[in-house]
């Protein structure tokens, strides 16, 4: 069962699902109301499972193997900063129907394949996982990072022994 190569990369203010490189779906960045980053042990790039992208009436489901993360984390920071769009929740906490997730019993996948559906069909099960952000990567890095410190910054500058004010 081998499948069709699946990438997505920016066309204009189009975002474009390509199979075998050419067009399947293309997506306005205008239509674009959220991205949610399903992941799977954490929150870098690497850890994405899918991303699903609601775009008003629908939902395009967007496998990792899409290139998805890198047109959402390292492409056009300028718009997803100021659409403010981007959320993330734990794979575990997202689970997906079977009926996404295709396959055969013992070899069903776990991750779902490129998909445009009603968003009435998933929304109501999107209500439900819990949801982070909006917050793009760059700003979770950092936030990450602020927590992880070992020193607190400090408050007031300790004044010099011996020094006369």
């Not at 629908?58 to 300028?78: C, K, M, N, Q, W």
């Not at 997906?96 to 998933?122: C, D, F, M, S, T």
């Not at 209500?127 to 992880?148: C, D, F, M, V, Y």
Request: proline share 9%; charged share 25%; net charge positive.
């Amino acid at each position: 069962m081998a499948q069709e190569p699946l990438a997505t990369r920016w066309e204009g203010n189009d975002l474009v699902v390509l199979r075998n490189d050419k067009p399947a779906d293309r997506i306005a960045a205008q239509d674009i109301r959220r991205v949610i980053l399903v992941c799977e042990r954490g929150d870098t790039p690497s850890d994405l499972s899918f991303a699903l992208i609601d775009v008003g009436s629908d939902t395009v489901i967007l496998p990792a193997e899409s290139g998805i993360a890198g047109r959402v984390h390292f492409e056009r920071h300028g718009f997803w900063m100021q659409k403010e769009c981007v959320y993330w929740v734990d794979a575990a906490r997202a689970p997906l129907p079977r009926a996404l997730r295709p396959g055969l019993w013992l070899l069903r996948r776990q991750r779902p394949g490129y998909l445009r559906l009603p968003a009435a069909e998933i929304a109501p099960l999107i209500e439900r996982w819990p949801l982070e952000g909006p917050q793009s990567w760059e700003q979770r890095k950092w936030a990450r990072i602020a927590a992880n410190r070992t020193l607190q910054p400090a408050t007031k500058t300790p004044k010099s022994p011996g020094r006369a004010t």
